[in-house]
């Protein structure tokens, strides 16, 4: 028995914004290596017309279509991080070793997520 491919994260950012043409994308982690390839396919993307990148520090690559909102893990509650998004993409999530300590990992991948 054959396996249908697995579907590539493009096609799901291209469904995503069908269902809201010209809408506006929010990226959590947007700075670790899944989060820059989400903003990196979402820039791309001319069905996305706003992408917010939330998170400790600014993503390393400029663009006209993207907004940086400076947040820390204890902020992720606050609902105007989020204001005027119409898709949240999490791309949340540290290592150990970044981390420093096993709790300090949990608080992210765990506690964050």
């Given at each position: 028995?054959r396996?249908?491919?697995?579907?590539?994260?493009?096609?799901?950012?291209?469904?995503?914004?069908?269902?809201?043409?010209?809408?506006?994308?929010?990226?959590?982690?947007?700075?670790?290596?899944?989060?820059?390839?989400?903003?990196?396919?979402?820039?791309?993307?001319?069905?996305?017309?706003?992408?917010?990148?939330?998170?400790?520090?600014?993503?390393?690559?400029?663009?006209?279509?993207?907004?940086?909102?400076?947040?820390?893990?204890?902020?992720?509650?606050?609902?105007?991080?989020f204001?005027?998004?119409?898709?949240?993409?999490?791309?949340?999530?540290?290592?150990?070793?970044?981390?420093?300590?096993?709790?300090?990992?949990?608080?992210?991948?765990?506690?964050?997520?």
């Amino acid at each position: 028995m054959r396996r249908a491919p697995r579907p590539r994260a493009h096609s799901f950012l291209a469904t995503a914004a069908a269902d809201a043409a010209m809408a506006t994308a929010a990226v959590l982690g947007a700075t670790g290596a899944c989060g820059a390839a989400i903003i990196d396919a979402l820039l791309a993307d001319s069905a996305w017309a706003r992408v917010v990148a939330i998170g400790r520090t600014p993503p390393a690559v400029a663009h006209p279509k993207l907004e940086t909102r400076t947040a820390d893990l204890a902020d992720l509650a606050t609902p105007a991080l989020f204001s005027g998004a119409d898709a949240v993409f999490c791309a949340l999530g540290t290592t150990r070793a970044a981390a420093g300590s096993a709790a300090a990992f949990r608080a992210v991948d765990v506690g964050g997520v």
